[in-house]
């Protein structure tokens, strides 16, 4: 729950990424984000490794009306490595270590985004990179070398996400 999006920050997401074909969350959880920002795509896909995350946003989507946004309960890279095309790539990495401390550096973060990026930039017209607020930004941009623009997200005067975007 700690990384959930509210619906105002969703919302500010979408303002960034436009319209498309196809948009894949590949680190999805309560899929709060994919929710809103699906609205501008005519095909979403919701990637998550957790089966009771999947079954949760399933019934959400389903509530909410969002018919076309298909949950896979699965691997995110794994589902990169067989993906061929999208239009937007959205990542939330995971922000704990295995020993559940926080982590300060983009490498630390699950999936470890610099591992994948050339197969990120490769696979998508844009790619937008979800991250807590307590990265050094300016380090995140250097590691990630095609960081076309970043926001720093605030609600009420509190810093809440650090946004970095590839178009």
């Known amino acids: 729950m700690e990384q959930c999006s509210?619906?105002?920050?969703?919302?500010?997401?979408?303002?960034?990424?436009?319209?498309?074909?196809?948009v894949v969350d590949l680190t999805a959880g309560f899929g709060v984000d994919l929710a809103f920002?699906?609205?501008?795509?005519?095909?979403a896909v919701s990637v998550e490794r957790q089966p009771q995350l999947c079954a949760?946003?399933?019934?959400?989507?389903?509530l909410l009306g969002l018919q076309h946004i298909e949950v896979v309960c699965g691997d995110g890279i794994d589902y990169l490595h067989?993906?061929?095309?999208?239009d937007l790539l959205f990542l939330d990495p995971a922000r704990r270590d295995e020993h559940g401390g926080r982590t300060y550096g983009i490498?630390?973060?699950t999936p470890n985004?610099?591992?994948?990026?050339?197969?990120?930039?490769?696979k998508a017209d844009?790619?937008?990179?979800?991250?807590?607020?307590?990265?050094d930004w300016r380090k995140a941009v250097a590691d990630l070398k095609c960081v076309s623009e970043v926001h720093i997200v605030s609600v009420d005067n509190e810093c809440k996400e650090l946004?970095?975007?590839?178009?």
């Open 126 to 135: 844009r790619v937008l990179l979800k991250l807590s607020p307590m990265l």
């Open 107 to 109: 490498g630390d973060c």
């Open 163 to 167: 946004l970095l975007l590839h178009l």
């Open 37 to 43: 920002i699906s609205k501008g795509f005519k095909r």
């Open 6 to 22: 509210s619906e105002q920050t969703a919302k500010y997401k979408t303002s960034l990424v436009g319209k498309g074909a196809l």
């Open 82 to 86: 067989q993906l061929d095309h999208a």
């Open 113 to 122: 985004v610099l591992e994948i990026l050339d197969e990120l930039l490769e």
């Open 56 to 62: 949760i946003s399933s019934e959400n989507f389903r």
